[in-house]
């Protein structure tokens, strides 16, 4: 070897002058060197690769489904956040309060609202949460006690329905519902892809007014006892019974939101022209049926007047022992409710029902975050009353109707 004197840059430059032989076992030590690092350092490339995967795995799942805390509610119709037990509601408006002190009790709430002795908290929640009708927005904070007071409340919603709060100054959501599922097909090289029909349609949801009237004495609204629970539990069941019965039934006629019953794509079955009285499980079965076709998720809850209910629990064998569940809806939610009529008219009959069925979780209500109370000041005086309006918006919004299925011409018993 001989350096090259000439040299730029300070760069200096190596010619090598060694025989062929030389080269050739230069060549191979490095080939082993090389075979010998690779060894050594292979598995951790391995790990390394692993885990950039697993990155990229979660990355585009956090994409499509949304960022997921495991406190916070769950995430559905494409990061819609669907609120349905106590610990959401509570979590979902601790996130909206300003400070951590408690915040008012409903009965101190309306205390203020009714313009007896109140407390600081109650004043300063009512100089924010005015609106032009003269109401007042309940208080984040007391907000979760009258939400968490619906579920047991509601059959929807003991079902698997939510409760979705709506951002403020929004007049309307408009949400992805799925209408059919897309076929995929196998296709050749250079081979066109089969067309299916549109998977997906736009929703759009714009809460209607719900109002209620609930009145109480001077006396026992200054003085009672436990009048907080009282007060939660009527609001919390009138508000509940009325959603119920849009999310099951409601027209879609202005002002009353569209329920399941009037949803186009919901699947229908039916007891006969004249209806019929249940002597088994079978319509049941038959419900799953066109859910399963449509590659639904599986029902998980039935929904029904109470009559009918009775009728099942009274189902016998032909030795007189109750007769036993199929296993597809042995572990399926049987839910009462009063809010289905049991005196519909298929063909001659005019005693029918009809029981729903499905996977609820499917379905939710849009709700404005707060509930407003408003104060009649003369409408009760005579009787030492006080009442208040109590007023909330809400809508029904169903995410894929062929979800669920409604029996109809469900007679009583003989």
Known sequence: MEHNRKMTRGIQCVRAEGEEPDINALVTG??????????????????????????????????????????????????????????????????????????PSLQDFMRGVAGMKSTDAVLASMSTGTDSAGGYSVPTKTMPGILSA????????QAGAGIVPMEAGAKSVTTAA?????????????????????????????????????????ELLADGTDVDRALRL??????AKELDRVGLMGSGTAPEPRGLRNTSGINIVSMGTNGAALANYGPLLSAHSPIIAANAPAPTAD???????????????????????????????FLPTSQLPVNVTQGTSTDTSEIYVGNFSGLYFLMREAISVQLLREAYAKTGEIGFLCHVRADVVINYPQQFAVITGVKPAV
């Open 150 to 157: 619906l579920v047991p409340a509601s059959s929807l919603m």
């Open 303 to 333: 929904i029904m007047a109470g009559r009918t209910l009775l009728d099942f629990e009274g189902l016998e064998d032909t030795t007189g022992q109750q007769l036993r569940r199929p296993r597809m809806i042995e572990t399926m939610q």
């Open 30 to 103: 490095l080939n082993q060197a090389f075979a010998q690092f690779k060894t050594k350092h292979q598995s951790e490339v391995d790990d390394l690769r692993r885990a950039i995967d697993e990155q990229a795995t979660q990355a585009a799942a956090r994409q499509m489904n949304g960022n997921h805390d495991p406190n916070a509610a769950k995430l559905d119709g494409g990061g819609v956040k669907v609120l349905r037990t106590a610990a959401e509601f509570q979590a979902h408006y601790a996130g909206k309060s300003e400070g951590r002190e408690e915040g």
């Open 234 to 239: 009527t609001i919390a069941q009138a508000f």
């Open 178 to 218: 799925i209408d059919t599922i897309p076929t995929a097909s196998w296709r050749a090289e250079l081979g066109n892809v089969a067309e299916s029909d549109p998977s997906l349609r736009a929703v759009t949801a714009a809460p209607k007014s719900l109002a209620c009237i609930v009145r109480v004495s001077r």
